[in-house]
């Protein structure tokens, strides 16, 4: 049996919890980090030194931290091709756009547009740097979008691991007020991925809870 712990409104661990709902694997959760606390007790810091969500257990192995090592962990285990290949050429392939899923558009989306908008009082926000940050992001979704215009997914037209890294901040994207470029595909893709049960039920989810009151 896995235990996740984490709060249903952190995004890694949403990556984690849609991985562990695609893979069809029985579970619990702890909830877990933000208002919830939990995280900073000495066992949970036993688990994870960084006091940060999310924490999957399995069975009796040593705890694992920091999502993208989960999922991989969880579809290396669990999954079976094309999720995550078992040759390693084609492995790495969707290892490619799930790193830069992770790295290169999550990152900025979260740390410079999401955190800024959602979780800063608007007296301290920097509306210049937001909207430079915008402009980048603008600048990378487009090769999702080329990606789309070839096949249904990141990777293939398959659900992957890539897509679970590159998929799991769109609904947040689609729900802020920002300025956002005309690409098709990528909506596209973005209501393919709202078709699925997985994902509305652990990405979907509302987060108003971590929004300040400006």
């Not at 996740?4 to 695609?22: D, F, H, K, P, Y």
């Not at 285990?77 to 040759?87: H, I, Q, V």
Request: aromatic content about 12%; charged content about 25%.
């Amino acid at each position: 049996m896995l235990t996740v712990w984490g709060r249903r409104t952190s995004i890694n661990l949403q990556a984690v919890m849609w991985t562990i709902a695609e893979l069809g694997l029985e579970y619990r959760r702890i909830d877990a980090g933000f208002t919830y606390g939990v995280n900073d007790t000495p066992e949970f810091l036993a688990m994870n030194p960084n006091g940060l969500v999310p924490v999957l257990k399995d069975g009796n192995d040593e705890p694992l931290f920091e999502s993208a090592a989960i999922v991989r962990y969880l579809a290396s285990r669990y999954g079976t091709g094309p999720f995550w290949p078992e040759d390693l050429s084609a492995r790495a392939q969707v290892d490619k756009w799930a790193e830069w899923s992770k790295v290169t558009v999550a990152a900025l989306f979260l740390d410079r547009i999401f955190v800024p908008l959602v979780r800063t009082p608007s007296a301290k926000r920097n509306p210049q740097a937001i909207a430079e940050a915008v402009v980048l992001l603008m600048k990378r979704l487009p090769i999702a979008e080329a990606q789309f215009g070839k096949h249904d997914f990141l990777a293939g037209n398959d659900l992957t691991v890539a897509d679970i890294m590159f998929g799991q901040m769109l609904y947040r994207y689609y729900d802020l007020d920002i300025e956002r470029a005309d690409l098709p595909k990528l909506k596209a893709y973005y209501a393919r991925l709202c078709e699925r049960h997985a994902y509305r039920e652990h990405v979907m989810v509302n987060f108003d809870e971590v929004r300040v009151k400006s």
